[in-house]
């Protein structure tokens, strides 16, 4: 696998399209990170870190859903930073995502974080996605 990541973003897009209830991916500490930040905002229902299951453990995420349209929480996955191009932004051009009601996961040298907090501790750093 090239980009971990990019595997994460995948793997809840297509349970998210396909209508299951819990989607299985491999754990590292960014996706465990990244993981948390979807809890905070509300785009997930709920998760679980299994370090039983395989060598390095798996995260099981409950996808959330409209309970009267039956519509994602999760509309729009985007990953903006990529092995071949890398974006680097500093703490007064941070991103808005839908001018505001989405937001940008950015790995900085605090932890990863969103850009409001990024914008609010004034660090800057890489963009590795957009969720809305």
Known sequence: ???PISDFLTRIRN???ARHRVVE???SNTKKA???ILYKQGYILNYKFDNEAGPQGVIKIA???DHITGASAIRNLR???KPGLRKYSG???LPRVLNGLGIAI???SHGIMTEKEARNQNVGGEILCFIS
């Open 25 to 27: 991916i491999p754990s």
């Open 1 to 3: 696998m090239v980009d």
């Open 63 to 65: 996808l959330k859903y």
């Open 106 to 108: 950015i790995s900085t």
């Open 34 to 36: 990244l993981t948390e």
């Open 91 to 93: 703490s007064k051009e």
């Open 79 to 81: 990953r903006v930073s």
């Open 15 to 17: 349970g998210a399209k």
